[in-house]
Structures are given as structure tokens and as C-alpha cells.
């Protein structure tokens, strides 16, 4: 009902939508006369302001064409290598010729980003994507909207994401080095520890987790307590809605991406309020750079997929209240995972000093379980002055965190 009601409340806002639109537009039009007045400034900004907060943030792009490789411009085309209802693998292929006239004419190892599926798009890792491009053949997981996959694709749930990670890493035909940031780490990590016991020759190289609840009983956060502290039956009864027509996977049970918004979002009201107040008063003051470094930031983060009641469900319960990684009780189609099966992929944690969503120690906790690796395979970061964001994406991660774990993976790989 929660769903069909948003849905029914956005459709209503269209005409207000549309007139805000139209006023806009008038009010900065080089034709109006008093387009630089103080009213004609603020009638103007007002109505943008509304425009943006009420209009529907689609997938964004990647916005990734080109990257700097020793001074040289190199092409970047970001292709589709490997696919299912569920994900469609992304590699961002870079032009040789271009490689070739930068000075790169050596391959370089091959990492798997496992993008986060918990509501925002894998675009959220673009600053991710754009550092390991240069030294790295990058692929990365775009997960799909719940929402975009009919039912007759049946189910997604935690084991589809383990069975998922391992055919994508089988995809890519060698030990690869994988990366997982954020949520994907315990079904990464299972993942890994299935390979490992296998002896499945596309085993992970390495393995790298950013930001990770591994382990989510140590320094818990307000998320971590919400999802402790909430009964089971609590999210089965107020997170869980039934996708409306006209999506394709309309009847499909689903934790939709505007919940956990508005989740995220209450967390930190205040902030989101004043960074609306500002763009507004940017706008009025003709500060066009600052309104558009806004519209960039929430463009991204307004954008939300759903996610499978069965994966969402499984991961409060498998991760967030049973801890059944750290305690050994994890199963993956009834098999135990056994972590430390894993003696010959490397592992890198790096968690941030200010994290508020995956606090300190929940990433190092996989150093625990993994005890068969040898130490010189196994490297912690601790990023001081970063919070959750920062541990995979701007200029820290870029001049501090990232050499590290670049240096990490060809450490570990003796083709490198």
C-alpha cells in the first residue's frame, strides 16, 4: 500500500511540478526583464528548488569517458562482459592505443568491484572506478532494480548474491583481485572461503574489504543498534512493500530504495536541510559552481533502487542480528562457510576513523576468521579523519587509501 500511495503522491505533484518548472525557466529567462532582480532572483530560485526536491532521480551515468594515465588522456568505454537478471558486470575498457601512447604496455591486474547492493547504484563508486583505472583492468557490479525484474526471473536472496560473486569471478578466467565495499563484504568473503575450499582454479588473488560489517557486534553504530534492537517480524511488517504497476516487477515484495532514503536521510536531517538552504541561497546569489556541486551530490544520492524482500531480510538476519560469519554458523545451500579454508588470497581491511555506519573493528574482524593466511599476505588500514563515505571515494581514498591497496594487490600477485 506504501508504494502504490508514493507512487499515486508523485503523480498527483506533476502539475505543481511542472509549474515550478515553467517559473523557473521565465524568471531566468535572458527575456524577462527583472530576471536579475532580487524577486525575480528568489521566485526563480524557489521554484527550482521545489522542481528538484520533487522530481524522480532515474539511474545515473557513470559520466566516466576518458582518464589520465602519466600525463596522457586515455578513452574509456564502459562495457558489458558478463550479465544476468540480477547484475550486469561493467568493465571500463580502456583504448591500448591510447595506453600504448601513455607508456602502459604491460597489462595490469584485473579487480573485481563489488559494488554495494543496499539501495544506491554502483555509480555511487565513480571515484572509486576513476582511481583504480589507471593501473587496473576494472570491472564493477551494476546490480539491477528489484523493481525492474519480473517476477517470472524468480527469486534473488543472500545465496544468489554468493553464487553471483563466484561467476562473475569465474567470468574473468583468472585470479582476479576483488574489492568489496560496504555491504558486500560477508557474502564476498563466503564467497572466497567456497572458492578457496574448492581449490577452484578463479579463486580471488586477493581480497580487499572497505568499510565492511564483517563482523557487526563490535563498536555498533545507530544503524547497527536500529537493526538489533528491532524483532524480525518488525521488518517483515513496516520495510517490506509490494511493487505497483507499471514496473516490470509489479507483485514482486520488495524493500524499496525510498524507505531506506528516508531512513538514511532522518539520520541526518539537519545537514540535508542546510545543504537545501544553501543551494537556494546559491542560486539567488548567482553562485552557479556551488549549485551545481549540489545538484551533482544529490542527483547521485537521491537516486535508490529496491532490493529482493528475500536478500534484504536474509542480510538484516545472516548479518545485522545473527552474526552468523564471525560465529561460524554462515551456510551458503546448506554447506558451512569455513573462512578458514583460505590460505592463499591476500586480505586488506580499511576501515574510517569517523565511520558512523560500519564502525571500527567490524572490518578487521575478517583478519580473525582467515587465520591460515600468512601474515605477509594480510595488511589493516585505518584512515584517520574520514567517515564511511570517505574509505572508497574522494581525496583521501585517492592520495592515501588507494595507493595502499593498489601496492597491496601487486604485492600479492607474482604475475605483477
Not at 83 to 106: H, T, Y
Not at 187 to 201: D, K
Amino acid at each position: 500500500m506504501l508504494y502504490t500511495l508514493h507512487e499515486a503522491t508523485y503523480y498527483a505533484a506533476s502539475p505543481m511540478r511542472a509549474a515550478a518548472r515553467a517559473t523557473r525557466d521565465w524568471w531566468s529567462s535572458p527575456l524577462n526583464p527583472a530576471r536579475n532582480s532580487t524577486v525575480g532572483r528568489k521566485i526563480s530560485a524557489g521554484a527550482d528548488l521545489y522542481a528538484n526536491v520533487t522530481r524522480r532521480y532515474g539511474k545515473p551515468d557513470w559520466h566516466i569517458d576518458e582518464i589520465t594515465v602519466n600525463d596522457h588522456k586515455v578513452r574509456v568505454r564502459p562495457t558489458v562482459v558478463w550479465e544476468s537478471p540480477w547484475c550486469r558486470l561493467i568493465q571500463f575498457d580502456r583504448d591500448m592505443a591510447d595506453m600504448r601512447r601513455a607508456g602502459k604496455l604491460q597489462l595490469d591486474p584485473a579487480v573485481l568491484i563489488v559494488a554495494p547492493m543496499s539501495g544506491h547504484y554502483a555509480t555511487l563508486l565513480r571515484g572509486t572506478v576513476e582511481a583504480f583505472a589507471p593501473d587496473h583492468a576494472v570491472f564493477i557490479t551494476d546490480w539491477s532494480n528489484a523493481r525492474d525484474v519480473p517476477m517470472m526471473e524468480g527469486r534473488f536472496d543472500f545465496d544468489d548474491y554468493i553464487d553471483h560473486i563466484k561467476a562473475m569471478l569465474e567470468a574473468l578466467g583468472h585470479r582476479a583481485h576483488v574489492v568489496a565495499v560496504c555491504q558486500p563484504g560477508p557474502p564476498v568473503l563466503a564467497a572466497a572461503a567456497l572458492m578457496a575450499e574448492e581449490n577452484n582454479p578463479y579463486r580471488p588473488r586477493t581480497m580487499t574489504f572497505m568499510g565492511s560489517p564483517i563482523d557487526a557486534r563490535l563498536s555498533p553504530t545507530v544503524t547497527n543498534r536500529l537493526a538489533e534492537e528491532r524483532p524480525f517480524t518488525w521488518f517483515q511488517s513496516n520495510m517490506v512493500y509490494t511493487v505497483p504497476s507499471p514496473y516490470p516487477g509489479v507483485g514482486r515484495r520488495v524493500y524499496p530504495g525510498f524507505v531506506q532514503l528516508a531512513s538514511f536521510m532522518s539520520m541526518n536531517l539537519e545537514r540535508h536541510q542546510d545543504a537545501h538552504r544553501r543551494y537556494f541561497d546559491h542560486l539567488v546569489s548567482g553562485d552557479g559552481d556551488s549549485a551545481d556541486k549540489h545538484r551533482a551530490f544529490y542527483d547521485e544520492y537521491l537516486a535508490v533502487m529496491d532490493l529482493t524482500e528475500e536478500f534484504y531480510l536474509q542480510t538484516i538476519d545472516k548479518v545485522f542480528q545473527s552474526y552468523a560469519l564471525p560465529k561460524g554458523e554462515l551456510t551458503h545451500r546448506g554447506h558451512l562457510v569455513k573462512p578458514a579454508s583460505i590460505t592463499d588470497i591476500g586480505l586488506m581491511t580499511v576501515e574510517g576513523e569517523l565511520d558512523d555506519i560500519s564502525g571500527i573493528g567490524q572490518t578487521q574482524a575478517a583478519h580473525d576468521l582467515c587465520p591460515n593466511i600468512p601474515e605477509s599476505m594480510k595488511l589493516d588500514h585505518v584512515q584517520q579523519g574520514v567517515g564511511h563515505y570517505g574509505v572508497f571515494n574522494g581525496r583521501r581514498f585517492k592520495e592515501e587509501i588507494f595507493p595502499k591497496v593498489s601496492a597491496f594487490i601487486r604485492h600479492c600477485d607474482p604475475d605483477f
